[in-house]
């Protein structure tokens, strides 16, 4: 809950995937395909739900059965990304409330940023898609922006936001962006609608935990 005592911050910094952007409906269809055309059995959206927030390499490396080779491994992962301009994100949606919030902050005078586990070309190609204009960094997975929990890439981002950790709040929907949030020395906000369950991120021990984006505009100070 959030009142008096509760800090306040000028700098966020969100997640993508299950927490701005329900993109599970892209990443079954294409994960699918792949896998159909390696060879391999499709995979339900509950498996696929349960591989994702480690970037492609790590889906990948679930979705195919555990007897694969390495070889068939890394060929069905560069199958996906040569495909993702194909199947992209036509499913993709914004979570209800994400770009009204968004703005709101943005237009009270907000440092926004995004840190993402997917790979940078889709993260820069989905936030340009769907939530156009908020965003003065967007990083995702890259040779200098290793995968969360590393605190490097949310570190830069704040830095580049012109901000400190200190009056930073990471905004997430996974244990992982808690461990990223902890690690970096910010705010750990966690989300209740995007893919994970809410009672783990309690467990996890969340700054704050919170069912509803609007929420967000109350941490602003």
Known sequence: MIDATTPRFDTFVFDLDGTLLDTLPD?????????RECGFPERTSAEILS??????????????????????????MSRWKELYPQYGYRLTKAYAGIPETVAELKRRGARLGVLSNKFDAGVQDVVGAYL??????????????PRKPD????????????????????????????????NA??????????YHDAERLRAASADLVIDDPRALLDLLG
Do not use: C, H
């Open 132 to 145: 156009p204009g908020l965003f003065a960094v967007a990083r995702g997975e890259s040779a200098d922006t």
């Open 185 to 194: 020395g910010t705010y750990a906000v966690a989300v209740t609608w995007g």
């Open 27 to 35: 990443l079954v269809v294409l994960t699918n395909a792949v896998l």
């Open 151 to 182: 605190p490097t890439g949310l570190l830069r981002t704040i830095e580049e936001l012109g901000s400190t950790p200190e009056r930073t709040a990471y905004v997430g929907d996974s244990t992982g962006d808690i461990a990223v949030s902890r």
């Open 51 to 76: 591989y994702v927030g480690n970037g492609v390499k790590a889906l990948m490396y679930q979705a195919v059965p555990q007897d694969a080779d390495e070889e068939a491994v890394e060929a069905a």
